[in-house]
């Protein structure tokens, strides 16, 4: 185990609440703009497992130690599974479709004009009669009509073109479990002999999946925890139960604005944030927040919109996927978006209400989080700072969204890297000590991130180390 030494270097009034967390590729493929990355405010890095060898990760993760050594910064990993994803096959040119058209699709065929397009997946075994079939990011929508020798017939319901690799979505079809795929599995074999933190789980449609995907990690004795991706209307059907079995929620509006429709992705991304704020489960927000960034120094008026709403609604964390991976201005972007994040933190005009622990019936862990962010809003606490050793207490309480920095003190540094993503959080590495919180407060106020004078809410335990024994909380006059 190796202590966090390094002091931050703001003043505790101006630390950040709400994460980054930035996907590296081809445009942060070395060690130098990955650690810009970190330093220009990214708390966790994404892996995008659909692209890259495990060579090329492998590098990646390296790298991204290093730089978090260098930087005194701890920094959560993502694995991100590619998961079912459905595409068309290969062919020449592109396939002008007419509406009201009948299309064969069939996996693997070679295509002639006039023939079955080809795709890469076996859909005959999964679709029925009716059910919706959205090609090319919905450009063309089709309805199935039959199902007959492993060729899906499907009627088009609008003209457009087919090309391809394009990727194919099925709103209306119930994949049975089998959200898991070979590939996904080798993938996590990999990541479990890498030093990685959190496995994303794509296409999630209910709980099943969630529990078949960690026992595939306990079986493999991964410390991971896990992400389910919420991108299918069969998760938004089943989010409760999805919620309940996940360590991290993700909203995935790009497939998920496909299955359902661009509009109620808005209302969708609300009410799933409200439910994990219940639950006490971290939630984060993805896809195209800054999507203009790729080609464009500076982002969108609705770009930045749509962050500060994110922002004040909540969430944890919000996601940076091909602006950082393969985007012009990689390192600009997660600049522009730490200072929306900043700008809106410290000028919220409105506050998200949502049902949350305080209004219903609370568990032990619930009752402690709720008891120490209420006394710290009524002291005037600078910050809360919480002894953990699994996460769990400093999860418990930022889900309450507290005023103040939450500061966590840990001994496990996988813990301390999870912690990166979560609300309001600041982790720190130091062994098991019953004196942990009160050591570390000295350390901030001789480093002059706290001062004299300041109030400080501490939560801990009697027992150092050991798991669900947080009893204890203390009002500290520095």
């Known amino acids: 185990m190796k202590t966090t030494n390094t002091p931050p270097s703001l003043p505790i009034d101006e630390f950040r609440a709400t994460k980054i967390l930035a996907t590296v590729g081809p445009a942060t ?27 090329e990760h492998a590098r990646r993760i390296a790298w991204v130690r290093k730089a978090t050594k260098e930087l ?50 076996d859909l005959s ?54 959200v898991i795929t070979k590939k996904d599995t080798e993938d996590a074999a990999f990541g479990s002999t ?22 595939i990690l306990r079986n493999l004795g991964s410390s991971a925890k896990l992400i389910a991706k919420v991108e299918t209307q069969a998760a ?36 799933i944030i409200g439910a994990c704020r219940s639950a006490g489960t971290p939630v984060i927000v993805a896809t195209q927040m800054l999507a203009s960034m790729t080609e464009s120094t500076e982002p969108t008026r609705a770009e930045v919109s749509d962050i500060a709403t994110a922002v004040i609604v909540g969430t944890d964390c919000v996601m940076l996927s091909e602006e950082t991976a393969a985007g012009n201005y990689p390192i600009q972007s997660v600049q522009a978006m730490r200072r929306v994040i900043k700008y809106t933190e410290q000028n919220r005009p409105v506050a998200a209400v949502f049902l949350d622990a305080r209004e219903r019936q609370a568990t032990m862990q619930e009752a402690i989080g709720t ?29 309450l969204r507290p005023d103040g920095p939450l500061i966590a003190v840990t001994s496990v540094q ?41 109030i400080v809410v501490t939560a801990s335990g009697q027992y150092p180390g050991v798991v669900g024994t947080t009893d204890t909380i203390k009002v500290r006059l520095l």
């Not at 130098?32 to 220009?40: M, W």
């Not at 959560?76 to 079912?84: F, H, K, N, R, Y």
């Not at 030093?195 to 026992?215: L, P």
């Not at 999805?242 to 009410?271: C, F, H, N, W």
Request: contains cysteine; glycine residues 8%; proline residues 3%.
């Open 72 to 121: 005194g910064k701890p920094v959560a990993i993502v694995q991100d599974l590619q998961g079912p994803k459905i595409r068309l096959g290969d062919f020449e040119g592109e396939i002008k479709v007419t509406k009201g058209q009948e299309l064969r699709f069939k996996k693997d065929v070679e295509y002639v004009e006039g023939g079955a397009i080809p795709i890469q997946f």
């Open 236 to 271: 938004i059907d089943n989010i409760d139960e999805i919620i309940a079995e996940s360590d991290v929620v993700m909203v995935a509006r790009g497939d998920l604005a496909y299955e359902t429709s661009p509009e109620v992705v808005p209302v969708l991304q609300r009410k």
């Open 29 to 55: 493929d070395s060690y130098e703009l990955i650690r810009d990355v970190i330093d220009a405010g990214a708390n966790g890095i994404r892996m995008n497992f659909s692209h890259g060898t495990h060579e």
């Open 414 to 454: 996988t813990v301390a890297n999870q912690l990166c993503i979560v609300y309001g959080v600041k982790s720190y590495v130091r062994p098991d000590d019953k004196h942990a919180a009160r050591k570390l407060t000295d350390w901030l106020k001789t480093n002059k991130v706290l001062k004299k004078g300041d």
């Open 371 to 399: 008891a120490v962010v209420e006394l710290a809003d009524k002291v005037g606490s600078k910050a809360i700072v919480a002894e953990t050793k699994s996460g769990a207490t400093a999860m418990q309480i930022a889900s």
């Open 125 to 178: 075994k999964k679709v029925k009669r009716g059910e919706r079939m959205m090609l090319f990011d919905g450009k063309v929508v089709t309805t199935i009509t039959s199902v007959k020798n492993g060729t899906v017939y499907a009627r088009a319901d609008n003209d457009g073109i087919l090309l391809q690799r394009k990727g194919i979505n099925l709103p209306d079809t119930d994949f049975g479990g089998d």
């Open 194 to 215: 890498q030093d990685i933190d959190y496995v994303a789980q794509s296409f999630v449609q209910g709980a099943e999946d969630v529990r078949a995907m960690r026992k």
